[in-house]
Nanobody, 123 residues
Framework: VQLQASGGGLVQPGGSLTLSCEASKVTFDYYTIGWFRQTPEKGREAVGVACMSSDDGQTYYQGSAKGRFTISRDSGNNIYYLQMNNLQAEDMAIYYC???????????????WGKGTPVTVSS
C-alpha cells in the first residue's frame, strides 16, 4: 500500500485549501483513511482530524474540524480529499494521511502512513 499526500501550501487566515491522498496498491476490502496533523509542539496527533471508512463512506471529524473541514473521496481513483475552510493559525501543521485496516470506522492507530504535506497559515 502506498499513500501519497499532496496539496499543502501557504494560505492566509480565513482561507481554504484542499489536500489529496492517493491510495495505491490497496488490497484490503475494509479500511479507514484519515488525515492527521503534526506540529513541533504536539507531535503527530493521536486522533485524526478527519477520517472516512472505505466501504460505506462514514466519516468522523475531530471537534476543531467540524463545520470547517470536509473529507471526501473519488472512489474510482481511490483518492481521498480534505477540504479545509476558514483556516486559522492553529491549523498550521504537516498533514499526513494514514490508513487503518478495520471493519469499522477508526480514526486512530493507523497502520500505514504516507509522507506529509505542509500547511502554513500566515498573512
Amino acid at each position: 500500500v502506498q499513500l501519497q499526500a499532496s496539496g499543502g501550501g501557504l494560505v492566509q487566515p480565513g482561507g481554504s485549501l484542499t489536500l489529496s491522498c492517493e491510495a495505491s496498491k490497496v488490497t484490503f476490502d475494509y479500511y479507514t483513511i484519515g488525515w492527521f496533523r503534526q506540529t513541533p509542539e504536539k507531535g503527530r496527533e493521536a486522533v485524526g482530524v478527519a477520517c472516512m471508512s472505505s466501504d460505506d463512506g462514514q466519516t468522523y471529524y475531530q471537534g476543531s474540524a467540524k463545520g470547517r473541514f470536509t473529507i471526501s473521496r473519488d472512489s474510482g481513483n481511490n483518492i481521498y480529499y480534505l477540504q479545509m475552510n476558514n483556516l486559522q493559525a492553529e491549523d498550521m501543521a504537516i498533514y499526513y494521511c494514514g490508513l487503518k485496516t478495520t471493519w469499522a470506522l477508526k480514526c486512530y492507530d493507523m497502520d500505514i502512513w504516507g509522507k506529509g504535506t505542509p500547511v502554513t497559515v500566515s498573512s
